[in-house]
């Protein structure tokens, strides 16, 4: 499964049969053909509501493309794909010892033309994708949404939850820094070295919190502003914390948006990772004490992030949590079995499926040092439920009970409570990126 390349697997054959009923062509896209890497890339581009991308900007697409497997569906007589998709392989964090991984088929570039709408193309992708993961053998898929409504009708879960905080700068106080924290420093970066930190530190942060993934070079290239024709490149700044042995134990990429009534500007976070307690309150020290800053504005930002604890006036941060990592179990042993887990547990869960994959009786044995071991079930459910809602529970940052209240689970208030305290994580899960 390591060495598995999603680039080797081939489009799934009946998503295949169905749309060439329709007289459309599915298959993989050749991104070395410049004329197929430009058309998958302005017909993305166009999905998303973007501007027509020029040369540059395909050729750096195709850069990041190449390591993908693109999927592209063509009409008769229309010259771009009329959708896309795109997929590869990458560890997703699971809780358990640090760097504790499975594999994930990351599904990205989902789009369908406003001319092609309503004719079952975006069905065709997406459990084409599913199909193909499962087929070579890939236990869980993985996607974030521009559109919350689509997707759960494939099985995939609301499992990442995320916030977006704002903090009025000039009532919050201030953030404070305990005396100890005088070991980390804040420097400034710059672009290139930046670049580079942003790489370096998540791929140290990424490790420690579940439901991340690694990013890749283009990402930290637009995070750090070096992409060209980028409108809001060069007001990308950066900074880092670095500790007393001079390592970048945190990173921030920002953008200072200039206030058109007065004297000052708007704080906003692209990126920030740290890796110490320290380096996170520097960070924060850093944006929310700024001098002319009215307010600072962070997205991606795990729930459990400090930042209200942090300022003198909780009432000067606006915490809103939304949706944003989603996930897809395909293999119901092979997925519980990869975390660990805070307490026993021993039942029975009933999955439905709509696909197929993940159905079936499942008895869930969890020993006292965290450790699991799936079997079918024979003996009468525990407890009932969809794939969707098991794959929102799975990394814990979802509550069992509260999917019970909603009627989205079928179990005791015993049995909720139950799972809760086995899946429940003391950090809670995090995705601090798009894909």
Known sequence: MADLD???????????????????????????????????????????LDKDPDDETIRLTGEMMA???????HAPGVELPVATVSAWMTPMTVPGRAGTHLPMWAISAVTVSATHRR????????EGELRAAAAAGVPLAGLTVTEATIYGRYGFGAAIPMSRMTVDARRAGGVSQPVADGAVTIEYLEPDALMAALDEVHERTRRERAGDIP????????????????????????????DADGVSRGVLAYTLDELAEEFGADLAVRHLDAETPQALRALWAFAVNHDLVRTVHADLRPVDDPLPWLVANQRAVQNIVHDHGWLRILDVPAVLAARSYRAPLDLVLRVSDPLGFAEGSWRLRIDAEGNAVVDAGTDAPDVELGVDALSSLYLGGVSAPALRAAGRISAS????AAIENAFGTPVAPALTIWY
Do not use: C
């Open 6 to 48: 999603a680039r080797d697997v081939p489009v799934d054959p009946l998503s295949q049969e169905r749309l060439s009923a329709s007289h459309l062509d599915y298959r993989v896209v050749d991104m070395t053909d410049p004329a197929q890497l430009r058309g998958f890339a302005r017909a993305d581009a166009r999905g998303f």
């Open 67 to 73: 390591e993908r497997r693109n999927v592209g569906v």
């Open 119 to 126: 004719r079952g193309i975006a069905r065709n992708l997406l």
């Open 215 to 242: 990013g890749w070079p283009l990402r930290w290239r637009r995070m750090a502003g070096l992409t060209p024709r980028d409108e809001k490149s060069r007001a990308v700044r950066g900074v880092r914390a670095v």
């Open 413 to 416: 208030e015993e049995a909720a």
